[in-house]
């Protein structure tokens, strides 16, 4: 058999062609990576005694906690919102929060990916009942992991008239976690519920702002002003324009800080 006729030469390739498609493909990397950096992106606290307490932003209202060693992963989330998160290329967690069932929250493949025989996973009832592993917590419950960190849940629903089905009073948790003091308030899918009222002394908040699910940039303003965080990071905020929440809070005292919660 010859095979000399499916060889069909090809025109080379003209340099300026050559150059553009080098320089598009360099472009992409380059964004792709920026991108990653962005998700990516870490912030540093410091506790009452002088423990580090690192958070790093993952996505939506996925993020990852260390403390002084200690691995705390919430909301933990593969491939249901993008970009997608390989749960395999980070440490093993000693703690998971899950806020609620809904799938851009609950993964059970990233949770796999983290989890050992020794990891301590707190959720609602409702997560609980879909899979049988974990503690549950209601709200208002507190646990004390060690002697230098606590858990609570605490209420997260919509209010709206039209919304609560979405998230019902008294299904879904938010959670106040503190290390060594350091007071962090991760609310959950929640509009600007009265209960905020009661939660106080918080150094870092989590608020959500997309429509119909949580609050809208106004729900979110009200909120970050009665519970008056030292430190505020939007997120779950999907094509809400955020900023907006900065420009409104200027003045406030409230260090806003914009991640890439989308």
Same mark, same amino acid.
């Given at each position: 058999?010859?095979?000399?006729?499916?060889?069909?030469?090809?025109?080379?390739?003209?340099?300026?062609?050559?150059?553009?498609?080098?320089?598009?493909?360099?472009?992409?990397?380059?964004?792709?990576?920026?991108? /990653?950096?962005?998700?990516?992106?870490?912030?540093?606290?410091?506790?009452?005694?002088?423990?580090?307490?690192?958070?790093? /932003?993952?996505?939506?209202?996925?993020?990852?906690?260390? !403390?002084?060693?200690?691995?705390?992963?919430?909301?933990?989330?593969?491939?249901?919102?993008?970009?997608?998160?390989?749960?395999?290329?980070?440490?093993?967690?000693?703690?998971?929060?899950?806020?609620?069932?809904?799938?851009?929250?609950?993964?059970?493949? *990233?949770?796999?990916?983290?989890?050992?025989?020794?990891? *301590?996973? %707190?959720?609602?009832?409702?997560? !609980?009942?879909?899979?049988?592993?974990?503690?549950?917590?209601?709200?208002?419950?507190?646990?004390? !992991?060690?002697?230098?960190?606590?858990?609570? *849940?605490?209420?997260? %629903?919509?209010?709206?008239?039209?919304?609560?089905?979405?998230?019902?009073?008294?299904?879904?948790?938010?959670?106040?976690?503190?290390?060594?003091?350091?007071?962090? !308030?991760?609310?959950?899918?929640?509009?600007?519920?009265?209960?905020?009222?009661? $939660?106080?002394?918080?150094?870092?908040?989590?608020?959500? /702002?997309?429509?119909?699910?949580?609050?809208?940039?106004?729900?979110?303003?009200?909120? *970050?002003?009665?519970?008056?965080?030292?430190?505020?990071?939007?997120?779950? %905020?999907?094509?809400?324009?955020?900023?907006?929440?900065?420009?409104?809070? =200027? =003045?406030?005292? $409230?260090?806003?800080?914009?991640?890439?919660?989308?």
């Amino acid at each position: 058999m010859h095979f000399a006729h499916l060889f069909v030469p090809l025109s080379p390739i003209k340099p300026q062609r050559k150059m553009k498609k080098i320089l598009t493909s360099l472009l992409l990397v380059l964004t792709v990576t920026a991108v /990653c950096a962005q998700a990516r992106k870490t912030d540093t606290f410091q506790t009452k005694s002088g423990k580090t307490v690192t958070i790093t /932003c993952i996505k939506h209202a996925s993020l990852e906690i260390n !403390y002084n060693g200690t691995e705390i992963q919430v909301d933990p989330v593969h491939d249901m919102v993008k970009p997608i998160t390989n749960y395999y290329d980070f440490p093993k967690a000693n703690i998971i929060l899950i806020t609620h069932q809904h799938q851009d929250h609950f993964d059970r493949e *990233a949770i796999a990916a983290i989890r050992t025989s020794a990891t *301590a996973i %707190y959720e609602p009832m409702s997560v !609980y009942n879909l899979w049988f592993n974990g503690l549950a917590m209601a709200n208002g419950d507190k646990i004390t !992991y060690a002697d230098d960190i606590t858990i609570e *849940a605490v209420p997260a %629903y919509n209010t709206t008239e039209g919304r609560e089905q979405f998230h019902p009073k008294g299904r879904d948790n938010g959670y106040i976690l503190t290390l060594d003091g350091l007071r962090i !308030y991760i609310a959950g899918d929640t509009e600007d519920i009265p209960e905020m009222a009661d $939660i106080k002394d918080i150094d870092v908040a989590f608020l959500p /702002c997309n429509q119909p699910y949580t609050m809208t940039v106004s729900q979110l303003v009200k909120a *970050a002003k009665l519970i008056k965080p030292r430190v505020l990071f939007p997120y779950h %905020y999907g094509e809400t324009t955020i900023a907006q929440v900065s420009m409104m809070l =200027g =003045g406030s005292g $409230i260090d806003v800080r914009i991640r890439n919660y989308q």
